[in-house]
């Protein structure tokens, strides 16, 4: 079985018997989406809620919407059916408290609303969902259950 590493602001796929991994998701969001039934899922890191805001946004992981877009396409294109996908979500974390009303203080938030907005657009029911409070969260899909591991420092291990 190999680990497939996927960095922040980055997506990949991967086909069982192996496992996708993402590190450090604090306002982050780690999206996995997978074909129960050619066992092929993939995972973004996205960062932000929406391209549309950003001036430099070449990179298309690390949004929400162009994010799951094309998490969605490299599946498929994999030989999972687009039908069948189903997603988990995990992050969105609100890592600092932030004073005043500021946009910037909760991303975490705003990153968990989006994501799930776009799977809803896509047509994709979100089976589970790990988001919220204060604390950074290490994420792993298996393909081959569709368990989505959810690790986070003090916390017992979470299988969503």
Known sequence: MATIKVGMAD??????????????????????????VTKVGGLAHIMLPDSTQMRNNSNIAKFADTGIEELIRRVTMAGANRRRLVAKIAGGAKMFEVKGVSGVGNVGERNAIASKAKLNQLGIPLLAEDTGLNYG????????????????????LKII
């Not at 969260?137 to 017992?156: M, Q, W």
């Open 11 to 36: 997506l990949n796929i991967c086909k069982a018997p192996d496992m996708i991994t993402t590190l450090g998701l604090g306002s982050c969001i780690g999206i996995a989406v997978y074909d129960p």
């Open 137 to 156: 969260r290490t994420v792993e899909l298996y393909p081959e259950t569709g368990d989505f591991y959810i690790k986070a420092v003090g916390k017992t």
